[in-house]
C-alpha cells in the first residue's frame, strides 16, 4: 500500500533559524498538500501542489513538489515562534479518493 | 457557521459501549472525511463520502467502525463493542470536489476515550 514519510520527526531551532521537513512517498502523486497543526488544535491546510517541479511561496514557507511527483519539501525561513506546530504532507495517489497523510514534523521554536 | 463543527468535543465511555461521533460540514461541501489521530501521531484515513456516491469504506479497521451521511450533509461516525485501542481523536474534514482532492477543513474533533 502507498506509505509517505516525513523526516524528520522533531525539530528544535532557535527562533530566527530555517527549517526544512522533507515528505518521500512509496508511488507517484497527482497532487499533494501541506498542513499544519498547532499543539491541541485541528489541522490547517497550507498549499496545495500538483505540477511535476512545482515551487509555491508564501511569505516565508517555500513549498516545492519533484519532478518525479514522488517527494516534496516545506522550507521556512527565519522561524518565528507562531511557526511552532506539527507539518503534515498528505499526497493523494492518482485515482484515489483520499489522502495519505505523512507521519509529520513537530517544530519546536526556542525564543 | 462557517465552519466544520463536531460533537461531542470529548467522550469517555466503558469498554463494550456503543458511541456515535457527529460531523456537521461546511455548507455546500459535497465530500467528507473521517480521520483518526492517535496521540502524538499522523491521521489515518476512515472513510470518504462524496455526493451521493457510495462511500469508500476502505479505511475502516474493522467491522466494528461505520458511518453515515443522510442528505448528503451530516454524518455519524458508530463504533460499537469500544476497545481501548479505539481511543483517539477523531477529526471530520469537508470539502469541495474536484479532479484532484480539494483542500480539506477540519473540525475539531472528538477525543474518544475507553475506560
Known amino acids: 500500500g502507498q506509505q509517505v514519510m516525513q523526516i524528520p520527526q522533531y525539530q528544535h531551532v532557535q527562533e530566527g533559524e530555517d527549517f526544512t521537513t522533507y515528505c518521500n512517498s512509496s508511488t507517484t502523486l497527482s497532487n499533494i498538500q501541506w498542513y499544519k497543526q498547532r499543539p491541541g488544535g485541528h489541522p490547517v491546510f497550507l498549499i496545495q501542489?500538483?505540477?511535476?517541479?512545482e515551487v509555491k511561496k508564501q511569505k516565508r514557507l517555500t513549498f516545492q513538489f519533484g519532478e518525479a511527483k514522488k517527494n516534496s519539501s516545506l522550507h521556512i525561513t527565519a522561524t518565528q515562534t507562531t511557526d511552532v506546530g506539527t507539518y503534515f504532507c498528505?499526497?493523494?495517489?492518482?485515482?484515489?479518493?483520499?489522502?495519505?497523510f505523512g507521519t509529520g514534523t513537530r517544530l519546536t521554536v526556542i525564543p | 457557521g462557517a465552519g466544520v463543527s463536531q460533537s461531542p468535543s470529548n467522550k469517555v465511555t466503558e469498554k463494550g459501549k456503543d458511541v456515535e461521533l457527529r460531523c456537521d460540514p461546511i455548507?455546500?461541501?459535497?465530500?467528507l472525511y473521517w480521520y483518526r489521530q492517535s496521540l502524538g501521531q499522523g491521521l489515518e484515513f476512515l472513510i470518504y463520502?462524496?455526493?451521493?456516491?457510495?462511500?469508500?469504506k476502505s479505511g475502516l479497521p474493522s467491522d466494528r467502525f461505520s458511518a453515515e451521511r443522510t442528505g448528503g450533509s451530516v454524518s455519524t461516525l458508530t463504533i460499537q463493542r469500544t476497545q481501548q485501542e479505539d481511543s483517539a481523536v477523531y477529526l471530520c474534514?469537508?470539502?469541495?470536489?474536484?479532479?484532484?482532492?480539494?483542500?480539506?477543513?477540519f473540525g475539531d474533533g472528538t477525543r474518544l476515550s475507553i475506560l
Open positions: 463520502f462524496q455526493g451521493n456516491s457510495a462511500p469508500d
Open positions: 501542489l500538483v505540477k511535476s517541479g
Open positions: 474534514a469537508s470539502s469541495l470536489f474536484g479532479r484532484d482532492i480539494q483542500p480539506q477543513h
Open positions: 455548507s455546500g461541501h459535497t465530500a
Open positions: 498528505a499526497g493523494q495517489q492518482t485515482g484515489a479518493n483520499n489522502l495519505f
